[in-house]
């Protein structure tokens, strides 16, 4: 326990008070001096980071579409749909793959006059602007991430299937209940903590993790509409040189998470108490 | 029932369908990688008009990429055992030994989860300069260890829950010391979950680029995905070089995955399912 | 239980200390590469000596500078680029990093000459032959020689005039002429305009190939001098014409969708569009270009919109190397910059990789057409319109561009919302 702790306080927790320390100093002429709340003032008056942050929202919110999606997966594998064994090894191969190379590739995919338009062209829908149009591009990015990591909960998912007693599902097929009453009543309850853990492990993956992504997608474009936190860091310390500035966003941003991450443990734990 | 059978086949089209979208980003990798540049440019999608590999032994001679993958083999290698120990140590101790403070122990090591690397990498580096680890091997290894193992602590923490008190409790009357209980319950009971944090963290590790970049960034000291990241410059267009030097990175990863994948299969879950 | 917890922290850390002793030894070793031997060392930062067509450039300067100082060693470290300001923002930081280094000119480097050292008493020899100096310098003082010229001719594609009917060595003089040859070049099936606006790099290249034409000289040396008056129509005219030329269809599709780099460039390359402004230097430029369309690959000036304009090439420096301040040796350092600004290594520079070098002395007469164009427009250039502003004024004018673009935003808005920035600094 104590290198372990020893390596998180040096390497993590201190960088962080560093950090916030730094953040209440100047960027260019004022280098090193202290300037107060100054930093925190630009930050929360630049749109761009007020998006960053709505964004921040649109992820938590989008975060069971994230869960539902290999669940739902895992049931039809589980249930032994035609080829689930092909699709159990096939389905975590994108998990392999460093995000700026799937980025590199949605990005042909997905370009105006790519394949995936061409597609949508020969069945009669117009063409998407996938990663030109401010409306659609997040969910766009959001969407590759998914696909990117789908994997690993499909993974767990069917582990805690191999928990769930059999004789419940051929009862509800018995009783001659619908795949969604199936699901809702059985597996959802019998599943309660694989669910927990895949929603704390697919939040964190989509809090800390979307960065290699959305910087080879879009880089916080069109119009802006895609900046995350990190994103606005990263641009405010390379960039615009203003590593103060940056700083005081790393703050904002760690804050952020932990209340979210909060929330969620004691939400997570609420659950798990009446399981 | 002839309806349930429709049913299934209903949703293996799409299941089909997604199984085809993971394969096909590495297909058209590697239809990319065996191009020429011209070629690439003028039709991205066409199949290649030769089994030509030049651009991979191109891309393998360009920047001394087999030093660079001497220098991600020990790098990962080392992080990935410290962090096995270290993290198995702490799973332990948090999960079976009940001692003052265990409680924020382990809510500090999820706090220390919810920091994106992007917060802290400029006081990291500073920290790193401060103690002379920057550009050094030891330096990395650290760094990673410190990014990766509150997700190991987490995970081996969650897999150590699921064994019962009583086995612990066992091995004591039996005479075992703490110690004795790491080495004889903990290590053989934890072994498909290490195996599986191993090869995630493996996977975290080998894949990186940014940490890699800040904490080593002398040439000799590279590693291989930084290497092939530096394949593009600030313009570059010889895609397929830069393909070649992709699918020179990703291979090994894909082989110890596919060699492993029943033991990742096995070890993720372990932390959540029911004990 | 207290105890036992105690006898498990220190078993643990005894391991860790083991663990951390099976790790100390190949630290060690690559240990001694930083102690060094009798020989001083310069390490160099940059994102074009990993390519292969610079490899004799790379070569070239470094046997001029071996000549200089045979006791020196020189390391090069190519970064990816998308990394390369961050990065060194983290070495200025923490005070280690190379002594030399590459940096673009304009904004990226005047924001960073706190960290970098003057070089005007190493380089006064040089200050005649090359070209480009102001994009690396600040308050009198230069901080980068310059290795490549960076501008935005317009280039237009020769076959697809043949193709509409229209005469390939006569390209439009005026707007009007311009957008007549459109109109024959969309009936035969191309686009007037290859656009890629994704980054919101479009909008650079646009402002600054096009603007000495809407600009009046005066508008134009106002605005490099920092006089930039917003309110005038000329100005907002630029961004109009940005306008109209998208929702005419004359650019091609998804232009927000399209990145610059290198998709709008390929557009060009596979003959679906019959212009773009491109670059001078790096990639996009008549090189890349001839690769694809041979010699059909034509130059012309900025059309004329405004009466009384007076079309120019608008360049500046493009990138060059400075010696950073905390550098041991920064004698040695400085003699490496000019090794890398040689006659011979540029002129290497220029026939392996195609850019347009800052040495002026080089030799274009054997060059195809394009490059003599370009070259003989250099003596009447003027700096670039989109280098003049501040990093965070051009990042937002990228974004409502976009939004331009999109119909989101107004051309009015834009410009107010730009002459505010522009104004904040």
């Given at each position: 326990m104590a290198p372990a702790v020893l390596i998180i306080v040096v390497l993590r927790l201190w960088p962080l008070l560093l950090g916030v320390n730094f953040s209440f100093t100047g960027d260019g002429d004022r280098n090193g001096t202290a300037v107060g709340f100054d930093n925190y003032v630009e930050l929360l008056s630049d749109p761009l980071f007020r998006t960053a942050l709505g964004n921040v929202g649109l992820l938590v919110v989008l975060l069971p579409v994230a869960v539902a999606i290999p669940g739902l997966l895992a049931t039809f594998i589980y249930l032994r749909v035609p080829g689930n064994r092909v699709y159990r090894s096939v389905y975590f191969f994108p998990a392999v793959l460093s995000p700026v190379i799937v980025g590199a590739i949605f990005n042909l995919i997905l370009a105006f006059d790519g394949p995936l338009n061409t597609l949508l062209g020969t069945i009669g829908l117009g063409p998407v602007d996938w990663l030109g149009d401010p409306g659609v591009a997040m969910f766009t990015v959001v969407g590759v991430h998914i696909w990117a990591t789908f994997g690993m909960a499909l993974v767990v998912f069917l582990a805690g299937f191999s928990t769930l007693d059999s004789a419940l599902l051929d009862a509800a097929r018995v009783d001659g209940a619908s795949l969604p009453q199936t699901i809702w009543h059985v597996i959802i309850p019998g599943l309660s903590r694989t669910i927990q853990f895949v929603f704390v492990t697919t939040m964190i993956g989509m809090l800390t993790s979307m960065f290699g992504l959305l910087y080879v997608m879009t880089a916080g474009g069109p119009e802006g509409s895609t900046y995350l936190p990190e994103f606005y860091i990263w641009t405010q310390q390379g960039?615009?040189?203003?590593p103060a500035l940056a700083s005081a966003a790393s703050t904002v941003l760690f804050l952020i998470m932990l209340v979210v991450g909060l929330a969620q443990m004691s939400v997570l734990r609420r659950a798990g108490r009446e399981d | 029932m002839p309806g349930k059978r429709l049913g299934r086949w209903a949703a293996a089209v799409p299941m089909a369908a997604l199984a085809l979208a993971t394969i096909y980003p590495l297909v058209f990798t590697t239809n990319v990688a065996m191009k020429t540049r011209r070629e690439y440019i003028l039709d991205r999608f066409s199949p290649a008009s030769s089994l030509q590999v030049d651009n991979i032994s191109a891309a393998w001679n360009s920047v001394g990429m087999a030093r660079y993958f001497a220098n991600s083999v020990i790098v990962v290698a080392f992080s990935v055992l410290l962090l096995l120990l270290f993290g198995s140590m702490a799973g332990f101790a948090l999960s079976q030994l009940r001692f003052r403070g265990s409680k924020v122990l382990f809510l500090g090591c999820l706090a220390a989860l919810l920091i994106p690397f992007q917060v802290i990498m400029v006081p990291l580096a500073r920290v790193m300069a401060d103690t002379g680890l920057i550009d050094t091997y030891p330096g990395l290894i650290l760094a990673y260890v410190a990014q990766f193992l509150p997700f190991t602590i987490f995970l081996m923490t969650s897999h150590y829950r699921t064994i019962p008190a009583e086995i612990v409790h066992a091995a004591r009357i039996d005479g075992n010391t703490t110690y004795g209980v790491y080495r004889r319950i903990m290590i053989p009971l934890g072994a498909p979950a290490l195996l599986s944090v191993g090869i995630l963290d493996t996977l975290f590790c080998w894949n990186d680029v940014l940490i890699s970049l800040v904490m080593m960034p002398s040439a000799e000291h590279r590693t291989l995905m930084v290497g092939v990241t530096s394949l593009r410059g600030q313009y570059s267009d010889d895609i397929p070089t830069f393909a070649s030097g992709v699918l020179i990175a990703a291979i090994p990863v894909l082989l110890l995955y596919l060699f492993l994948q029943r033991q990742i299969a096995d070890g993720v879950t372990a932390g959540s399912t029911k004990g | 239980m207290k105890q036992r917890t105690l006898w498990s922290v220190a078993l643990i850390s005894g391991l860790a200390l083991a663990g951390c002793g099976s790790a100390a030894p190949t630290g060690s070793s690559s240990g001694a590469s930083s102690s060094g031997a009798s020989k001083s060392k310069l390490v160099v930062w940059d994102w074009k000596s990993g390519d292969k067509n610079v490899a004799s450039y790379v070569e070239k300067a470094k046997a001029d500078f071996a000549k200089k100082h045979p006791d020196v060693t020189v390391e090069f470290v190519a970064q990816p680029f998308d990394q390369y300001y961050t990065l060194l923002g983290a070495a200025i930081q923490s005070g280690k990093g190379p002594d030399v280094m590459l940096f673009n000119g304009g904004g990226q480097i005047r924001d960073r000459v706190d960290a970098l050292l003057p070089l005007d008493e190493y380089v006064a020899e040089d200050k005649q032959r090359l070209a480009g100096w102001d994009a690396f310098g600040k308050d009198g003082k230069v901080y980068a020689a310059p290795v490549t010229l960076q501008g935005h001719p317009i280039y237009y594609n020769k076959a697809l005039y043949e193709k509409a009917g229209l005469d390939p060595e006569k390209p439009p003089k005026t707007w009007d002429e311009l957008m007549s040859d459109c109109a024959a070049i969309k009936k035969a099936g191309a686009k007037c305009f290859a656009l890629g606006n994704k980054e919101g790099i479009g909008i650079q290249f646009w402002l600054s190939g096009l603007g000495s034409g809407i600009l009046t000289p005066k508008e134009y040396d106002d605005w490099i001098a920092g006089k930039r008056d917003w309110a005038s129509p000329d100005v907002k005219q630029v961004f109009k014409l940005w306008k109209e030329v998208n929702d005419n269809g004359l650019n091609n599709d998804g232009a927000n969708s399209t990145?610059?780099?290198?998709d709008a460039f390929s557009v060009f390359d596979a003959g679906k569009a019959a212009h773009i402004i491109g670059l001078m230097s790096d990639v996009g430029h008549w090189k890349d270009f001839g690769e694809f369309l041979g010699d059909k690959v034509g130059v012309m000036q900025a059309p004329v919109v405004t009466a009384g304009a007076e079309p120019s090439l608008p360049y500046d420096g493009g990138i060059g190397y400075a010696v950073a301040?905390?550098?041991?040796?920064p004698k040695s350092a400085a003699d490496l910059v000019r090794s890398l600004t040689s006659t011979d290594a540029l002129n290497a520079f220029y026939t392996g990789a195609g850019a347009i070098a800052s040495d002026t002395t080089i030799d274009v007469s054997q060059a195809p057409p394009a490059v003599s164009t370009i070259v003989s427009q250099l003596k009447s250039g003027k700096p670039a319109l989109h280098v003049a502003l501040s990093s965070k004024t051009v990042d937002l004018m990228g974004r409502l561009s976009q939004k331009v673009l999109s119909g989101s935003a107004s051309v009015d808005e834009a410009v107010k919302q730009l002459a505010a920035s522009d104004r904040a600094g």
């Open positions: 960039q615009m040189n203003r | - | 990145a610059m780099f290198n301040k905390w550098t041991k040796d």
